[in-house]
């Protein structure tokens, strides 16, 4: 079936998932997570496919969530935020936990949830010109979509240098810190995708699936119980005036005004 913001096709035992937003610079709202639920479980119900790729149509990876996304949960109250909040995790809940391993192949920007979704990801293969960060915290918000994520890949140490300061890294630096499994000239990055996945496909997928599983066990608890502190929490900064400042600042294109109330 079409989708409206992802492409999707099967070929060689492989399942190709493409973020399909350009005109966005592949930012993602909450109709996107839910389309991305639906292809997961499609995938997590095929046993012909072996591995899956996830790439992104266009210059950049993602920019992130819609800023108006957040915008819209900001008046809500706390029931129906949650309610919204959760969904959008479950969706990410809903593509990490595919058995088959997933490969992300990430250019351009990967910011904000974008980086979170590649956190999914069993292999992260990047441009070395793509750039990262972890922004929210700009304009007072706090990383709601699976923080603990990143903090499993990379430590607390380099997940908080990024989330607490919001500032751009390169790729190579990302790849220092742990985040990407390989960095590659961008004229080169598909075909080094493809050298991976001849290793992957090489290989007993049911013993690929169980160690990836195994392997992420341990920590499956703590996240659950990290986005549910993440959401508890952005709700209660929802409701300073330093989000309201962020919200609006950023609306009317200003440097916002924060005084810590």
Avoid at 47 to 57: C, G
Wanted: aromatic share 8%.
């Amino acid at each position: 079936m079409p989708f409206a913001h992802w492409q999707f096709r099967i070929a060689d035992r492989v399942a190709t998932v493409t973020l399909n937003r350009p005109g966005t610079g592949n930012n993602i709202n909450l109709d996107c997570l839910a389309e991305l639920k639906f292809i997961s479980e499609a995938i997590q119900a095929d046993a012909s496919i072996h591995a899956v790729v996830l790439r992104s149509e266009g210059k950049h990876f993602s920019v992130g969530m819609d800023v108006a996304v957040i915008q819209q949960m900001a008046g809500q109250p706390f029931e129906a935020y949650a309610e919204h909040l959760r969904a959008g995790q479950r969706c990410i809940d809903a593509f990490e936990a595919i058995q088959q391993p997933i490969v992300a192949e990430i250019r351009g920007f990967c910011i904000g949830a974008g980086v979170i979704l590649a956190a999914c990801a069993d292999f992260r293969l990047s441009s070395a010109r793509a750039v990262y960060s972890l922004p929210e915290v700009q304009r007072s918000i706090g990383v709601i979509m699976g923080l603990g994520r990143v903090t499993r890949i990379m430590g607390t140490a380099n997940t908080k240098r990024m989330a607490m300061l919001g500032e751009k890294f390169s790729a190579a630096e990302m790849q220092q810190m742990g985040f990407l499994t390989q960095v590659a000239p961008d004229e080169k990055l598909s075909a080094e995708v493809d050298i991976l996945l001849k290793k992957i496909m090489a290989l007993p997928p049911k013993a690929v699936s169980l160690n990836k599983r195994i392997a992420d066990f341990a920590s499956a608890e703590n996240l659950r119980q990290s986005q549910l502190f993440e959401l508890e929490q952005q709700f209660h900064l929802n409701q300073t005036q330093d989000f309201k400042e962020a919200m609006q600042s950023f609306f009317e294109k200003r440097p916002p005004r924060y005084r810590g109330v």
